[in-house]
């Protein structure tokens, strides 16, 4: 896998960043970005190979994130929502899925979504609501059984990719039982309207905008088949809900680095020691980024769910939304007031590079989950409000 994927994100990466500024300055979301990424297969990068998909692991699909974000961080901060979606879906294997209590159908049931996917469908992710954020255990939106499915009712923010998707990832807690929060592919179509709300400072091509729900689904559109899931599965998986960011602002940080490099050679300002030193630092910054992102990857394709793999996850996403800050600010720096227009891909960058730690896990959340495990605490349990 890990050839043919990796090859194909460096090929994309310069058609993305090619369109990156027209898409950045519109707010509009990169649609031939999305063919590119389905002709390549890359749809179906977390797909099983028995279901026709390419099998990656984590640390792979952190390698592809990472080159495509060289490209356009909106782009593959979308693609990011999918690989979620799928990832999770096929690390569901017949031994978790006995102590999950996953059915049969259920089961049969995720193998379609996945074939779909493998076959070019794609998949975006609407958690996180106004007020609530991705809290899960702080949702509004309900569900409710109903004769031959289930009926889902409620708002979210912040869905990257709204409106393009061929389907998406529901959470809502149950109407009959308020703590009980389960998760639904809902189908794109009738019953989901797109509400245009996305006009932001940073990753504005990711047409992240509001998405307003009151649709029915068959019941196989319950993910797992049972209902509850979705909090244990934050707590089983948290790589797919706060470290498979890390890779996209790794990428990010990784671009700023590449095109202040440009800048400064072609305006021959590289002969500044006080610039060379930012670029050497940032460098050095990021790829430390690089290799606890690595690691963190590595440990959760060995063990997943670990307490120190779940440690390195944290602290993926903490290093990486901290580090493509300050190098891009430190790039845009040194690159000088010229690098401020609008249109000059270090402005975009930078602009982008400063959602990484405002993205859940915040980095604040995730340095307070890490003091409270250091501590030796139960960083998923202690605290003032619940982590999900």
Known sequence: ?????????????????????????????????????????????????????????????????????????????????????????????EELAETLGVPDEALAARDRLLRAAAGGAWYAVAMSERGAGARLSQLSTVYEAVEGGWHLKGSKAFCSGAGHPDGYLVA?????????????????????????????????????HDVHLDVTVPADRLLGGVEGLALVVAQLMPHWLVASYAAVYVGVARASIDAAAEHLNARDLAGLPAVRARLGR??????????????AARRVDEAPGDAETNRWVWRAKLLAGTTANDVAASMLEAAGTSATRRGHPLERL???????SLHPATS?????????????????????????
């Open 350 to 356: 930078y602009r982008d590079a400063r959602c990484g």
């Open 172 to 208: 809502a807690r149950s109407a009959a039982d308020q703590s009980v929060v389960s998760q639904f592919l809902v189908p794109a179509g009738e019953g989901i309207t797109v509400e245009p709300t996305w006009d932001s400072l940073g990753m504005r091509a990711t047409s992240s």
């Open 1 to 93: 896998m890990t050839v043919h994927a990796l090859e194909a994100a460096r090929r994309l990466a310069p058609r993305l960043a090619a369109r990156a500024a027209d898409h950045d300055r519109d707010g509009s979301f990169p649609v031939e970005d999305f063919a590119d990424l389905r002709a390549a297969g890359l749809f179906g990068l977390m797909v099983p190979r028995e279901l026709g998909g390419l099998g990656a692991t984590f640390a792979e699909y952190a390698a592809v994130a990472t080159e495509l974000a060289r490209g356009n961080g909106a782009t593959a901060l979308v693609f990011n929502m999918h690989a979620s979606v799928t990832g999770a879906l096929g690390a569901v294997n």
């Open 282 to 295: 940032a460098d050095a910054a990021v790829a430390a980024a690089e290799l606890v992102v690595a690691e």
């Open 364 to 388: 604040d959340v995730c340095a307070d989950w890490l003091g409270i495990a250091a501590l030796g605490g139960d960083p998923d349990r202690d605290g003032a409000t619940p982590r999900w």
